[in-house]
């Protein structure tokens, strides 16, 4: 049996690419294929090994400019050729659940989100596209739906990575599809040693882009004015450091080892957008740190409101602030967190995708 898996680009190491780490084990010897790649920012496991990418790779500085390329996505998607293969696995947050793959294929999509862009963050995406992207954007942002509905259901079956993400599979595509969580690295995300107490600092872990609602984040801090680490890169940045106080340091992105140190010393860890899964959450409790979230979307399905931490219910400072006080007066076992999310673990993500597989293999040879 030939199998490919595809993943919608490969440019940085996020929440996406750990879910793709994991199906790469799982088939080992599957070729892979992808919108764009940048060979010395994505996947370690990847290195010298060949990955097919679309002609988006040929154009300028695609693996830094690919969202402004969103146009051509479905048409690069649609020039991955995958007719050679008899399984079909895609990891997508955009567009490339709508290979093409030849008739009697099975294909097995674990959806991160329908495609944010045009769908539930669509929004946030009109407001911040600038005057010329908001006269633009409705009309194509109406083509793309339609499109993306339609490869949706070329889709033999679907795997979201949460029960928010099956709601929206449900919604905007008429699928049922599988729960399967991402998987968490329980075996690097680990409590600090015995006896080691937390320290004052709060953390933010996070991609800076608008959706992610950093601004709230720093506006809450500077109001309490306690300490805050923010860990993370992108265009928000420039916006976000200058009107932040001396209390928030931004560290930009970090290696995985001062991260686990952060992780593991940080007296919470805070996270304000309304995530489809949100990963970072479940490693902070792996390390025994409490949470401070938006209580919508997948913190919901991770976090256990005041038991693993706070669930604040209004998007915005005041409710951050309140949430913060209310942490600040609550004890936790670094035991008790941990074990909450173990049910996340790596191996039980493995064993749960090889499930899925199986039986839609099975179906489709009866």
């Known amino acids: 049996m030939r199998v490919?898996?595809?993943?919608?680009?490969?440019?940085?190491?996020?929440?996406?690419?750990?879910?793709?780490?994991?199906?790469?084990?799982?088939?080992?010897?599957a070729d892979v294929?992808?919108?764009?790649?940048?060979?010395?920012?994505?996947?370690?496991?990847?290195?010298?090994?060949?990955?097919?990418?679309s002609f988006l790779q040929r154009l300028p500085r695609a693996t830094r400019w690919y969202p402004y390329f969103l146009p051509l996505f479905p048409r690069a998607t649609e020039s991955l050729d995958l007719s050679d293969y008899d399984l079909v696995v895609s990891s997508d947050a955009a567009t490339v659940k709508g290979v093409r793959?030849?008739?009697?294929?099975?294909?097995?999509?674990?959806?991160?989100?329908?495609?944010r862009y045009v769908w539930s963050g669509y929004e946030t995406y009109r407001r911040n596209t600038?005057?010329?992207?908001?006269?633009?954007?409705?009309?194509?942002?109406e083509?793309?739906?339609r499109w993306d509905f339609d490869a949706a259901q070329r889709v033999t079956h679907f795997v979201a990575n949460s029960q928010t993400v099956a709601e929206r599979i449900r919604r905007y595509y008429c699928r049922e599809s599988s729960v399967i969580y991402p998987p968490v690295d329980t075996d690097f995300f680990v409590p600090p040693?015995?006896?080691?107490?937390?320290?004052?600092?709060?953390?933010?872990?996070?991609?800076?882009?608008?959706?992610?609602?950093?601004?709230?984040?720093?506006?809450?801090?500077?109001?309490?004015?306690?300490?805050?680490?923010?860990?993370?890169?992108?265009?928000?940045?420039?916006?976000?450091?200058?009107?932040?106080?001396?209390?928030?340091?931004?560290?930009g992105s970090q290696p995985a080892e001062v991260l686990l140190r952060h992780m593991q010393s940080a007296r919470a860890f805070?996270?304000?957008?309304?995530?489809?899964?949100?990963?970072?959450?479940?490693?902070?409790?792996?390390?025994?740190?409490p949470v401070v979230a938006y209580g919508r979307g997948g913190a919901t399905e991770i976090v256990e409101d005041h038991h693993t931490g706070v669930l604040f219910k209004s998007q915005n400072a005041e409710s951050i602030f309140q949430a913060l006080e209310d942490i600040q007066s609550m004890q936790f076992s670094r035991a008790n967190l941990r074990t909450s999310v173990t049910r996340f673990a790596r191996r039980r993500f493995l064993?749960?995708?090889?499930e899925v597989t199986d039986r839609a293999l099975e179906r489709m040879t009866a």
């Not at 793959?101 to 495609?115: D, L, S, W």
């Not at 600038?130 to 942002?141: D, E, H, K, Y």
């Not at 805050?228 to 560290?251: Q, W």
Request: charged share 20%; with cysteine; proline share 7%.
């Open 143 to 145: 083509r793309l739906r």
């Open 101 to 115: 793959t030849r008739r009697g294929a099975v294909h097995i999509c674990y959806c991160h989100t329908p495609m």
């Open 193 to 251: 040693p015995a006896g080691e107490s937390p320290a004052e600092f709060f953390l933010a872990v996070s991609q800076l882009v608008p959706y992610k609602r950093m601004d709230l984040v720093v506006e809450a801090f500077n109001r309490c004015g306690w300490p805050l680490i923010v860990i993370g890169e992108g265009p928000e940045r420039r916006r976000l450091e200058p009107s932040a106080k001396p209390n928030i340091r931004f560290l």
């Open 33 to 53: 294929f992808t919108l764009v790649r940048d060979a010395q920012a994505g996947p370690a496991s990847l290195q010298g090994r060949h990955v097919r990418t």
């Open 130 to 141: 600038g005057a010329l992207g908001r006269v633009f954007l409705p009309a194509f942002a």
């Open 270 to 289: 805070i996270f304000a957008g309304e995530e489809d899964f949100g990963i970072v959450m479940a490693e902070a409790l792996a390390c025994g740190t």
């Open 351 to 354: 064993q749960d995708f090889s």
């Open 4 to 29: 490919a898996l595809v993943h919608h680009w490969l440019v940085a190491q996020r929440g996406g690419e750990h879910v793709f780490n994991a199906l790469l084990e799982l088939f080992p010897q």
